[in-house]
Structures are given as structure tokens and as C-alpha cells.
């Protein structure tokens, strides 16, 4: 799992939480690793954890994103 984890990284992970992938394809691949793989889980929590910025703001949508990953990776066990 850590060479699909190379392929769609931290980096893709994030540009899925800041809404900026490009093909549903693209997302639904990224949803599938984070169910799949539990450093991608871990991913999800770590930008979970950095989430709030200088401001102390949160944006909305990047928040739901993020719920949306971890809520997959709790439905097969890879969070508690």
C-alpha cells in the first residue's frame, strides 16, 4: 500500500480537502485510499490536526472535506 500512497500522497490529499482536484475520477481515487491504506488515513488526521489557519478561521468546505475522508476511513476500521 505505501507505493499507492506515492502515487496520490499527502499532496493529493490535500488538494482534495482545498477542493482543488480535477476529475471526480481523481477524487473518488482518493477516497478509495484513504479507505484502503492507513497512512493515508493517518494523512487525513494530520491535516485534520493543521487545519486552522493563522486566523484562527476555519473554512467551511475544507472542513467537510476533511470530516468526509476521515468518516470513510472510520467505516472500515482504519480510525477508532
Request: glycine share 4%; no cysteine; charged share 30%.
Amino acid at each position: 500500500m505505501a507505493a499507492v500512497l506515492a502515487i496520490y500522497g499527502r499532496e493529493d490529499i490535500l488538494k482534495y480537502v482545498q477542493g482543488n482536484i480535477e476529475t471526480d475520477a481523481d477524487r473518488h481515487e482518493i477516497e478509495q485510499l484513504v479507505q484502503s491504506d492507513p497512512m493515508a488515513a493517518k494523512t487525513v488526521i494530520d491535516i485534520e490536526k493543521g487545519h486552522v489557519n493563522d486566523t484562527k478561521m476555519v473554512d467551511f468546505l475544507q472542513y467537510r472535506r476533511v470530516q468526509r475522508l476521515k468518516r470513510l476511513a472510520k467505516s472500515v476500521g482504519l480510525l477508532h
